[in-house]
């Protein structure tokens, strides 16, 4: 049999929110490649080699998922939420750019429910009008950029999504986010912290940017910040889907 190579979302944690596609795939393949959390959270069995490593060496696990693909093995990359956000699937076309010889290979990404959604359905629907989407690491682009498009997205009024937020090796970009937020939107704007969405551990929190404080925020928590129109309604948090 010829082999094939996809990209997969496993979702925020829940099995429930993994998509009947990504485990029929996960069923058929010989290969699972990944960082090693979300390799975890594969079923081991007979007949399946699962390959774990580290978080920073994306392009080579992409090469080596490649590799096997064209050596005919059946090869399934993770990525937790959706492969294509901030995560695995880049990687892939960035390893496949260098190499003609593997562009016909037979290549699928399997979409995944993203960590903001999960999130943004606990909440409510604070995503409901124009958002937008912002990782706040600065392992692949500078900080200098990150306050710019921060400053940019809150200006043109949108709601945001801020992935990575806060990691004990930048302890200090959150709290400038949070500065600039302030600035922008005022301290009423509201925010909320969604830690371990769908998971056992699952926490919701939503405060005004004055109460915020770094500290709400870690690795596994994505953060939600309103548009001006951004209001309670009774337990949940809600964005108007009108902005006239
Ligand atoms: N591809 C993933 C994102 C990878 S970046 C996706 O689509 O969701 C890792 C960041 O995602 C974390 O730092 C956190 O901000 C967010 N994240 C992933 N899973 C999460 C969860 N269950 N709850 C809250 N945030 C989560």
């Given at each position: 049999?010829?082999?094939?190579l996809?990209i ?25 490649v990944g960082y ?15 390959h774990?490593s580290d978080n920073r060496v994306e392009l080579d696990r992409a090469r080596a998922a490649i590799d ?9 990359v993770?990525s937790?939420?959706?492969p294509?956000?901030f995560a695995m699937a880049s990687a892939v076309f960035e390893a496949l750019e260098n190499r003609?010889?593997w ?36 392992n692949l ?104």
């Amino acid at each position: 049999m010829s082999g094939w190579l996809c990209i997969a979302g496993l979702g925020p944690g829940d099995p429930n929110l993994v998509t009947p596609e990504v485990t029929l795939t996960l069923e058929a393949a010989t290969d699972v490649v990944g960082y090693i959390p979300y390799v975890a959270r594969i079923a081991p069995r007979a007949g399946l080699r699962l390959h774990p490593s580290d978080n920073r060496v994306e392009l080579d696990r992409a090469r080596a998922a490649i590799d096997m693909a064209a050596q005919g093995r059946r090869v399934v990359v993770v990525s937790s939420g959706d492969p294509g956000v901030f995560a695995m699937a880049s990687a892939v076309f960035e390893a496949l750019e260098n190499r003609p010889e593997w562009q016909a290979l037979d290549i699928r990404v399997l979409p995944g429910i993203t960590a903001m959604l999960a999130a943004a359905a606990s909440a409510g629907a604070p995503l409901g009008h124009d958002f937008c989407a912002i990782n706040l690491s600065d392992n692949l682009k500078p900080a200098a950029l990150i306050e710019a498009r921060v400053r940019a997205a809150a200006g043109a009024d949108f709601a945001m999504a801020f992935y990575n937020p806060r990691s004990a090796s930048r302890p200090h970009t959150f709290g400038r986010v949070l500065d600039i937020l302030r600035d922008t939107c005022g301290p009423d704007r509201l925010i909320s912290f969604a830690r371990a969405v769908s998971t056992p551990e699952e926490k919701l929190r939503t405060v005004t940017l004055a109460e915020a404080t770094p500290e709400m925020a870690d690795m596994r928590t994505v953060v939600i910040v309103g548009n001006s129109a951004t209001r309670r309604v009774g337990r949940f948090v809600y964005t108007p889907r009108s902005a006239l």
